[in-house]
């Protein structure tokens, strides 16, 4: 074997390694992000259910909120506010998908965005394989939007799959248009062989930038999950779970339309929870935020390890990864 193969084994050898160290290491434990102490109003933003189905009229008095063992002041609550929605579209374009490719995800996620978007709100289609490419950037035009999933319908997929590379990279597109509730929803299988950046900074960027990650999992028949696909999507729950998101899975159309029919409720009938930060720094150990909710059978979904920080004065975001 020449230099150069041993130079390409070598490095699908290491990126092995990485991405079996993520599968066995859980998401909080996989690094921490300091963020700096400040005083500001932190917007945290949640989802209320009963038995599976939406609350949407609980009021301030419901919650307690803490951080660590000091309690916080809510200083607003508001449902489904009307502060601009930045939701990204991330198509896994890989090899592994070829014979499933292009599915039904194309044009449901045409009738996602048309029922989603409200005026103000923007969306991004991409997709990814070894690089993430931009089929839209971040538009309220639907035209635009749905010429872009007419191109996405044409990439042939590819090998390797930079799963937490393109993650990062869509972040970071949508942090491009200004302060905005954020949204990425990754329609993907779950691989990962080929990122150049670890999880956890990926998960650094996500946080920074206040995204909450769905994903609708793909998976080749519900039956019986492969070893592998069992895996996938333990980390994809995990990733959601630690945002306030949510992972679908889906075999079928039917189960692929019931994703993004219940992401686009979701992002519907979301609460902004607002406190003021002031002496209580996110990134020591042990300040987690804990919310609880006085009526029975009611569950928040909230991010796991870690909260959104937004200093009005700087516009300053951040997350802690535990």
């Not at 090899?95 to 996602?112: K, M, N, V």
């Not at 670890?198 to 206040?210: E, F, I, N």
């Not at 333990?234 to 189960?255: M, W, Y």
């Amino acid at each position: 074997m020449g230099e150069g193969g041993l130079v390409k084994w070598g490095r699908i050898y290491l990126l092995a390694l990485m991405f079996l160290a993520a599968l066995a290491c859980p998401v909080g434990m996989c690094g921490q992000v300091s963020a700096p102490q400040a005083a500001g109003t932190v917007t945290y933003w949640i989802t209320a259910t009963n038995q599976g189905h939406l609350v949407t009229d609980l009021k301030k008095e419901d919650l307690q909120l803490w951080i660590g063992k000091q309690e916080q002041s809510i200083s607003d609550f508001t449902f489904n506010p009307p502060e601009p929605l930045q939701v990204g579209l991330l198509f896994d374009t890989s090899g592994s998908l070829r014979d499933r490719w292009p599915g039904p995800e194309i044009s449901l996620a045409s009738g996602f965005l048309t029922g989603v978007l409200r005026p103000g709100d923007q969306a991004a289609i991409m997709h990814f394989e070894e690089l993430l490419s931009f089929d839209t950037h971040l538009t309220g035009d639907l035209s635009a939007l749905d010429q872009g999933l007419r191109h996405l319908a044409a990439v042939a997929p590819h090998e390797g799959t930079a799963l937490y590379d393109a993650i990062e990279g869509a972040c970071e597109q949508l942090e491009v248009g200004g302060p905005a509730h954020r949204a990425l929803v990754v329609i993907t299988d779950g691989g990962e062989n080929a990122s150049l950046h670890r999880l956890d900074q990926a998960m650094t960027v996500v946080g920074r930038t206040g995204t909450q990650l769905y994903f609708i999992g793909r998976l080749r028949g519900r039956e019986k999950q492969t070893m592998w696909e069992h895996r996938y999507m333990k980390v994809l729950r995990s990733l959601a779970d630690a945002t306030g998101g949510q992972l679908f899975l889906a075999s079928n159309k039917l189960e692929t339309e019931s994703g993004f029919n219940s992401i686009a409720k979701v992002l519907r009938a979301q609460y902004a929870l607002e406190f003021q930060s002031a002496g209580v720094s996110p990134s020591k150990k042990g300040n987690r935020i804990k919310i609880q909710c006085s009526r029975p059978g009611v569950e928040i979904l909230a991010p796991e390890r870690g909260f959104y920080l937004r200093v009005e004065a700087t516009g300053m975001r951040s997350f802690d990864i535990r």
